[in-house]
């Protein structure tokens, strides 16, 4: 696989079944229990286009390889808006060969073309990659959320 057939592009509805797919695989390693309604709900924010959730999709010729699940909000903490990159979704076959960063470098081009602030990543403590990319940390809601500031 070369990365030159890897395609970013946005969710459409025929995304659904894949997306479901490793989205419970993800609730499943976390043991966490969503009613399908919660799961069918989140499905019909992504699709819509004034929702402020939205979703990335990387494709590896032809083939669905994972999904970015972004968070667009205006901060609290500043007047710019930022950006939450919730999760990631990678199918195995596919994680360790770039996907992942893949989908986060097309966030980040997406931040500085609407010109925001900041990017932050919702993840552990002991990410190496988010340790790589971003430029501090801080442990707030449970979550460790690593920033990238853009200004």
């Known amino acids: 696989m070369s990365r030159a057939s890897l395609v970013i592009r946005d969710a459409t509805a025929a995304d659904e079944a894949a997306w479901r797919g490793l989205w419970n695989q ?9 009613a399908d309604d919660v799961t069918a709900h989140t499905w019909a924010r992504i699709l819509d286009p ?3 959730v939205a979703m990335r999709v990387a494709e590896v010729e032809g083939v669905l390889a994972g999904f970015a ?11 710019t808006p930022d950006c939450y990159l919730e999760d990631l979704f990678l199918d195995a076959t596919f994680r360790g060969r770039g ?3 893949a989908l986060i470098d097309d966030l980040i081009a997406i931040s500085r073309a609407k010109g925001w602030s900041r990017l932050y990543w919702h993840t552990d403590r002991g990410n190496e ?12 809601d449970g979550h460790v ?3 990238l500031k853009f200004s």
Request: glycine share 2%.
């Open 26 to 34: 993800y609730l499943a390693f976390y043991k966490v229990d969503l």
């Open 50 to 52: 004034s929702s402020r």
């Open 69 to 79: 699940i972004h968070h667009f909000h205006d901060s609290t903490w500043v007047k």
């Open 99 to 101: 996907i992942g960063r």
């Open 129 to 140: 990659t988010a340790r790589k990319l971003y430029d501090t940390y801080a442990p707030e």
């Open 145 to 147: 959320r690593y920033r």
